[in-house]
């Protein structure tokens, strides 16, 4: 019974500092305390610890010999890689949901407008963070889509290790108005079954925003 509670808590202190990271709370290098954690949720430091080696296990969190444990940075080239192998599984599930029965891809081009409205609102009132989770829900969409789960849990851990990559500057115009135009030809290939354009223009976006980041980045590494 004991290991079956500690269990049960590892989960919900991995949910808890999972939350912490994907919101900017905890950012990237920073060291995370277990008996702050263990306090503030009221636990002992036995799930915590089970907790930030299953993150580590995603690559989220990296243990220092000596040290503690510390939400990841990433280097450029992992972030490259990471990148381009998100380009392949969006275009996969843009050839996947373009050739979804009308029904459930009209159900899905509708959904998509919403999230494009969303990314608009966001944009108009220079507010990059709504934009951001916006537009994360419109790609997130098409996988959800596409019905495949091993893409699904592939497709959400490369997404919460480009998140380390974005906390920093999210409070920066990565191209807003440059991908808005980009999900909008996603969404017209969608909506007219077009799965050899829909793979194509999704798997350029994703390049694009990569290139818009590296552009970023360099013009402000700090």
Known sequence: MADIRDTSLAQLVRDDVLRAITRGELEPGQRINEPDVASRLGVSRVPVREALRE??????VAARKHAGVFVRV???????????????LDGHAGTRVAALPDKPRRAL???????????????????VQAY????????????EAADNEALSQTYRGI??????????NLSRDAGMHASMAEHRHIVSAIAAG???RAQSLLAEHVT????????LLAADPS
């Open 55 to 60: 993150l580590a296990s995603t690559g989220l």
């Open 74 to 88: 990433l280097a450029p080239k992992e972030v490259a890689d990471l990148y381009e192998l998100r380009s392949v």
């Open 109 to 127: 081009v509708k959904a998509l407008q919403g999230w494009q409205a969303q990314m608009k609102a966001g944009a108009q009132r220079h507010d």
């Open 132 to 143: 951001y989770r916006a537009n994360l829900a419109f790609h997130w969409a098409i996988v």
């Open 159 to 168: 997404v919460q290790l480009l998140h380390l990559s974005r906390l920093k």
């Open 194 to 196: 077009d799965a050899v």
């Open 208 to 215: 694009a925003s990569h290139a818009r980041l590296s552009d």
